[in-house]
T-cell receptor, first 112, second 112 residues
Framework: DARVTQTPRHKVTEMGQEVTMRCQPI?????VFWYRQTMMQGLELLAY????????DSGMPKDRFSAEMPDATLATLKIQPSEPRDSAVYFC??????????FGPGTRLTVT | GESVGLHLPTLSVQEGDNSIINCAYS??????FIWYKQESGKGPQFIID?????DKRQGQRVTVLLNKTVKHLSLQIAATQPGDSAVYFC???????????FGTGTRLQVTL
């Protein structure tokens, strides 16, 4: 049963610390998405990649957020420095050719 | 202090009844639509999709209807079960590299 995996599932950190979230897309999928979900804003697209190349990161605060795909099996989202307003659930999703996106379980981030 | 967030519309349905969840989409150029189900603490889960050249598609216990004239999408769940309790999101794609735009969601509560 192929699934998107994300680590860590929960992260509590102090303001100013670096946070790295990881995602393993479904094997064979060539498109990877990062979303953020909050009570205030709902589900927002932060960035996405196709064949490991960034296609759109316009939803991401560039000064503190960065997203990369070091290889086809790993996508990372980093926040440096983290702020309390970054507290949210961050989802990774992957897809291939068609428009379906399969979501991971999310990383719940709390910044104090 | 009081938290302010998205006000999710809630649909309360008795077990065994049929549910209809509605969604108005924004972009007349959207050509692909998906319904997702999100249970508490989990990532969105793909339910069913439909392309703009169709007006109806059926799955197991679910039917999606698309009315392009009024830009309206609906999800019908037959014989609703307690396990159907979740937040349901519609998402639309305008063909831009699989980028999806999500609605705010509807909470479905199934009463016994």
């Amino acid at each position: 049963d192929a699934r998107v995996t994300q680590t860590p599932r929960h992260k509590v950190t102090e303001m100013g610390q670096e946070v790295t979230m990881r995602c393993q897309p479904i094997l064979g999928h060539n498109t990877v998405f990062w979303y953020r979900q909050t009570m205030m804003q709902g589900l927002e697209l932060l960035a996405y990649f196709r064949n490991r190349a960034p296609l759109d990161d316009s939803g991401m605060p560039k000064d503190r957020f960065s997203a990369e795909m070091p290889d086809a099996t790993l996508a990372t989202l980093k926040i440096q420095p983290s702020e309390p307003r970054d507290s949210a659930v961050y989802f990774c999703a992957s897809g291939f050719k068609g428009n379906e996106q399969y979501f991971g379980p999310g990383t719940r981030l709390t910044v104090t | 202090g009081e938290s302010v967030g998205l006000h999710l519309p809630t649909l309360s349905v008795q077990e065994g009844d049929n549910s209809i969840i509605n969604c108005a989409y924004s972009n007349s150029a959207s050509d692909y639509f998906i319904w997702y189900k999100q249970e508490s603490g989990k990532g969105p889960q793909f339910i069913i999709d439909i392309r703009s050249n169709m007006d109806k598609r059926q799955g197991q216990r679910v039917t999606v209807l698309l009315n392009k004239t009024v830009k309206h999408l609906s999800l019908q769940i037959a014989a609703t079960q307690p396990g159907d309790s979740a937040v349901y999101f519609c998402a639309e794609n305008t063909g831009t590299a699989s980028k999806l735009t999500f609605g705010t969601g509807t909470r479905l509560q199934v009463t016994l």
